[in-house]
């Protein structure tokens, strides 16, 4: 017994300063989200950007994606509506809290299914008219109906243009121009294969069933981030009132596919934290890169989730004192996710027999984000390096040195004018984090519907209805609100504990959603901005969200219990009092 508690000792002397240096830095990554989530708090209480629509009825002729910002401060009608909803949230918090934890969660998933198809079947769009959606359909088509010749480089050019090529890109520049856009390719492919080509409510029915399971996916990290009973039931109060996490599903394209695929790669590889054996560990952080490989596969920027999980793994490594080969091991297993997602351009090149090599620069996308076009929203999609691809004929280093120089120009603009850099990042960062939809309202009409938008797709998508946007707008307030109450109490937690052994998986959790949400912020301040691109991160706020109403409702417990006592020990004093006064009397 003495010899083994000297080693114990040893152990962790050994481990004492990688312990601390994880304690703190995971409290650094924590109150740096903290301080992103006050940021976005106070946007979303001055700021309400809204889409302009050309008419007032809901459906892909009237939707643009041209912004108003209604900036102001926040209005007594705005405040009072934020009171009673966060006042709802936790008196509804309190009653789920009654219900045992699996039924909890059960009914939540119930919840989150119906809604979802009822919206999908509310909706009942026929085609679907998103860009991208659109490019991608087609070239699937071309694929399942055998027509390769589609790709060649002279189709849709002069001499070459059949009907159709001056409604989309020719598929051969469309593909070099984003050769990622393969991967989502093969999805699009797969499900028209199985449903039938141009099935938009197939795809979205999948959708919905990706957003079930990342519901129960966060549900699980938000156990290991220190959800309680009450916790969950906050977790489920907010999934049900969050209307962009059910309506996401409505968006044909794969960001929810590859969201979903990243989500449970991390939870794979929580799981290889706590597992009993050298062997299964290794086994489970293999798939988890795999499974990551797949999720990128589907939408490259989610690297930044698979960047965020080997940092949450050095980390939880550093902070147990064990287990220091996943650190090694995680960078070939990057390598290999990596080289996984870009399988898909290798599949189309053999199937279509042309090269696309000749893509954009990643420098163009900072350029576009770092950019104005004219009209548009600060930071969003312009045609400038789609132009100067046309224009150079791909030519990789003419792109790559007018991104250098438009970045050169806007940092140059922003230096010489700073308030105008501030005016910029101010609109950017509304427009992404801000805007109380998140775009599910403008991609859930991107088609048209079979009853033209009547029932409750009409009541939610009309241009205009103020009702509809206030409440979203409440909830995101609210959402961000939570979220910084939660983030708060999270670091006061770790404060008090840093020095105390913890799980390594739960470290891993928390600098995960943390570390996530940081870079996913970072990104999208400087690379392409739109709504939807930002939605996967706020959703991975929900978990510290629920922490926020779990800890609130723990404090107001506290206050209520000691009014309480302080209200009996006062109307005890009086009658203690006269006993003994009598008593002396006597």
């Given amino acids: 017994m003495t010899h083994q508690h000297s080693d114990d000792e040893v152990h962790t002397k050994a481990s004492h300063w990688s312990a601390h240096l994880s304690a703190w830095l995971e409290i650094l990554a924590i109150a740096g989200q903290c301080a992103i989530v006050f940021l976005l708090l106070l946007l979303s209480l001055l ?59 059960l009914f939540l998933l119930a919840f989150v299914t119906i809604v979802q198809f009822g919206w999908i079947f509310a ?38 243009m059949p009907a159709g090529c001056t409604a989309l890109p020719a598929p051969y520049a469309y593909f070099s121009w984003y050769p990622f856009q393969s991967g989502p390719l093969l999805w699009f492919i797969g499900v028209f294969a ?10 979205q029915l999948i959708n919905a069933l990706m957003i079930i399971a990342i519901t129960a996916v966060l549900w699980r990290f938000g156990t290991s981030i220190g959800l309680d009973k009450t916790g969950h039931a906050a977790f489920t109060a907010l999934c049900c009132t969050c209307m962009p996490l059910l309506m996401y599903c409505a968006f044909v394209y794969t960001n929810i596919i590859g969201l979903g695929f990243m989500l449970i790669g991390a939870l794979l590889l929580r799981k290889s934290l706590s597992a009993r054996t050298t062997a299964g560990s290794a086994a489970l952080l293999i798939t988890a890169f795999v499974v990551f490989g797949v999720g990128m596969l589907f939408k490259t920027t989610y690297i930044i989730v698979l960047l965020a999980a080997i940092i949450a793994i050095i980390l939880a490594a550093l902070r147990s004192g064990s287990r220091y080969w996943q650190i090694i091991a995680a960078f070939p297993l990057a390598w290999l996710a990596k080289t996984i997602s870009g399988l898909p351009v290798r599949f189309l090149e053999s199937w279509s027999g042309q090269s696309f090599d000749k893509t954009m620069p990643m420098l163009s996308w900072i350029a576009i984000g770092l ?13 400038d390096a789609v132009n100067t691809w046309t224009t150079s004929n791909g030519n990789y280093q003419i792109q790559l040195d007018a991104a250098r ?15 105008s850099g501030v005016e910029f990042f101010t609109a950017k960062l509304t427009s992404e984090w801000s805007e109380p939809t998140f775009m599910t309202s403008l991609y859930s009409q991107m088609g048209h519907s079979s009853h033209s938008f009547s029932g409750i797709a009409g009541v939610v998508l009309t241009p205009h209805n103020d009702l509809v946007l206030a409440y979203q707008n409440i909830g995101m307030s609210a959402m961000y609100l939570l979220g910084f109450v939660g983030l708060l109490a999270l670091i006061h937690g770790l404060f008090v504990d840093r ?11 928390r600098s995960l959603l943390s570390i996530a949400f940081i870079g996913g912020f970072l990104c999208y301040v400087v690379w392409e901005a739109k709504g939807i691109y930002t939605l996967p991160f706020y959703l991975m706020l929900i978990p510290m969200a629920a922490y926020g109403a779990q800890m609130s409702l723990t404090g107001i417990t506290r206050l209520l219990t000691r009014f309480e006592k302080r209200s009996s020990m006062r109307s005890a004093w009086p009658s203690s009092g006269r006993t003994r006064g009598s008593h002396r009397a006597a």
């Fill in 405 to 419: 120089k438009t970045i050169q120009d806007s940092l140059s603009e922003f230096a010489a004018s700073p308030v």
């Fill in 371 to 383: 950019g104005h076009p004219k009209g548009a929203v600060p930071g969003w999609w312009g045609p």
């Fill in 194 to 203: 199985i449903f039938g080509i141009g099935n938009v409510i197939a795809f």
């Fill in 47 to 105: 700021f309400t950007p809204t889409f302009i629509s050309r008419t007032s009825h809901p459906g892909p002729d009237s939707i643009t994606e041209a912004m108003n910002f209604n900036m102001g401060a926040p209005s007594a009608a705005f405040l009072a509506g934020l009171i009673i909803f966060m006042a709802l949230m936790l008196v509804i918090t309190s009653l789920l809290a009654r219900m045992p934890e699996r039924g909890t969660l």
């Fill in 499 to 509: 020095r105390n052994l913890v799980d390594a998986a739960d470290v891993y959790s």
């Fill in 123 to 160: 909706l009942s769009l026929t085609d679907y008219r998103y860009p991208d959606s659109s490019s991608l359909m087609d070239a699937a088509a071309s694929v399942l109906q055998h027509h390769p010749e589609k790709f060649d480089p002279t189709y849709c050019l002069p001499g070459n």
